[in-house]
C-alpha cells in the first residue's frame, strides 16, 4: 500500500500531546491523519488533517470514526474496546490489537496476566471495591502498608495511593482495585519495545525515572540509566519476553522496578507511545514517534540507539496555578546550548498537569542532569491572572 502522499487514511483516537507529536511524524512523511478526541480544543487539531470531536469511549462514535480510515491506532488506553473489536472483525487494521489493549485497560487483569506467564511482578490481590479491600485489611488478610492501585481510568500518577494507615482510605473512590505489595527499590526503569506486524522487534535503551514525591509522576527522564550493563540487559530481555506474550504490534511501554538486589519486577505497560520515551525526538537516530508510525504500517523500523545522552524535564502546572498559562522563562532556558522545549499546546494549566516537556542533550550525562535541574528550577508553569498579580 502507498501511504505516502496518497489517499490512504491513518485513523488516530486521542488528540492529546503524543497525538501531536505522532503528527509531526506523519506531516514529515505527508501521511493523511484523521483524529478524534472529546476536546475541541484538543492538541492534535492543529497537526491532522481532519479532526472529529466525540466521546472515545462511546461505541457508536468510535465504530464510525474507525471506518473512515485505512489503519486505527490510538494515543490513550480508554476507548471504547468493543467499537475496536468489531472494526477488526470486520477487517480493519488496528493497532496495538484490541486483543492485545483488553489485558491492558485494567490494571487487575494485567496484574493477573503477569502472574499468569511468569512474568515478575509485584504481588497483588484484586477486590472488586474499596469495601471489599477494608473488610480484608480488617481481617489482616491484607497488611498494612501496601499500594492501592485502582483497576481503570487511572493515569499520571492519579489512581495509585500509598495506604499506610487506614485513614489512608478516606476519599478513595468505591472501585474495583488492587492492593499491591510494597518494593523496597533502588529505581524505577523503563524500556519500549517496537515492533510490526513482520515480527521485526528492537528495543529503545532503559531509561531511569525520576519520580516527583508528591504527584507521583515522572519529573526527569535519563537515558541511559545509570544502571550496570548485566541489570539493563535483563531489563531489555525482560521487556522482549513481556511484548512477545502480550504480541503487540507498535510501540509498548514497559515499566519496571530494579530492587535492592538488582532483580527487574515488571510494574505496568503502556501500548503506546510513553513519556518515558519523549527524550528520544532530540537524542535518538529515531524517535518513539516514528517508530511506533513505521509499525503499524509494517515498514522497516529505524534505529533507536542515542546519538548523545538525554534527559528530559517534564513541564506540569506548578501549584496554586490555575488558569490562562504562562512559561515564566522560557526564553532563558532557549538560550542553553542542548535545551529544546515542547509546548502541548493545551490553553488551561492546573497544578501538576502535564503542560509540556524539555529535553536536555549533552555528550556527557553528568552535565545534561545538572542542566537538566537548571531547567526545573528556572522554568515556571503559571497562570496569567497570577503572574499580573505579582
Not at 78 to 90: D, S
Not at 109 to 131: G, M, V, W
Request: glycine share 6%; with cysteine.
Amino acid at each position: 500500500m502507498n501511504y505516502f502522499s496518497s489517499d490512504f487514511k491513518l485513523g488516530i483516537l486521542g488528540g492529546g500531546q503524543l497525538g501531536k507529536m505522532l503528527l509531526f511524524d506523519t506531516r514529515k512523511f505527508d501521511i493523511q491523519t484523521y483524529v478524534l478526541d472529546p476536546s475541541e480544543e484538543a492538541p492534535s487539531r492543529i497537526a491532522c488533517n481532519k479532526f472529529f470531536q466525540g466521546d472515545l469511549m462511546d461505541f457508536e462514535t468510535v465504530y464510525n470514526f474507525g471506518k473512515q480510515v485505512d489503519v486505527l491506532t490510538f494515543e490513550i488506553e480508554l476507548v471504547n474496546l468493543e467499537a475496536l473489536i468489531k472494526l477488526e472483525e470486520e477487517g480493519l487494521k488496528v493497532y496495538p490489537s484490541p486483543k492485545t489493549l483488553q489485558l491492558i485497560q485494567n490494571k487487575g487483569i494485567q496484574k493477573d496476566f503477569y502472574s499468569q506467564n511468569n512474568i515478575p511482578t509485584a504481588a497483588h490481590t484484586r477486590f472488586e471495591d474499596l469495601h471489599a479491600l477494608q473488610k480484608a485489611v480488617e481481617l489482616e488478610e491484607i497488611l498494612i502498608p501496601f499500594i492501592w492501585k485502582c483497576t481503570e481510568f487511572g493515569y499520571d500518577g492519579n489512581g495509585v495511593k500509598v495506604i499506610r494507615a487506614t485513614s489512608d482510605f478516606e476519599n478513595l473512590p468505591n472501585v474495583e482495585c488492587i492492593a499491591e505489595d510494597m518494593i523496597p527499590f533502588k529505581n524505577e526503569l523503563a524500556v519500549i519495545v517496537c515492533r510490526n506486524p513482520s515480527g521485526e522487534i528492537k528495543t529503545y535503551p532503559v531509561v531511569e525515572m525520576e519520580f516527583h514525591p508528591e504527584a507521583n509522576q515522572v519529573e526527569y527522564v535519563i537515558c541511559p540509566a545509570r544502571i550496570d550493563d548485566k541489570v539493563a540487559e535483563n531489563a531489555r530481555a525482560i521487556a522482549l519476553n513481556v511484548s512477545e506474550k502480550f504480541n503487540h504490534v507498535g510501540l509498548l511501554a514497559v515499566e519496571m522496578f530494579q530492587t535492592e538486589d538488582d532483580k527487574i519486577l515488571v510494574n505496568e505497560v503502556a501500548p503506546r507511545p510513553h513519556n518515558s520515551g519523549h527524550y528520544s525526538i532530540e537524542a535518538s537516530f529515531t524517535s518513539q514517534f516514528e517508530n511506533h508510525l513505521r509499525a503499524i504500517l509494517d515498514l522497516p523500523l529505524g534505529n533507536t540507539d542515542s546519538k548523545v545522552a538525554g534527559v528530559m524535564v517534564n513541564l506540569v502546572g506548578s501549584e496554586g496555578f490555575s488558569g490562562d498559562v504562562v512559561y515564566q522563562n522560557i526564553e532563558t532556558i532557549l538560550g542553553w546550548n542542548g535545551v529544546t522545549p515542547h509546548i502541548y499546546g493545551k490553553k488551561q494549566t492546573r497544578p501538576f498537569r502535564k503542560m509540556g516537556h524539555v529535553t536536555i542533550v549533552n555528550q556527557d550525562m553528568n552535565e545534561a542532569r545538572r542542566i537538566a535541574e537548571d531547567v526545573k528550577n528556572t522554568i515556571k508553569v503559571i497562570s496569567l491572572i497570577e503572574r499580573l498579580n505579582n
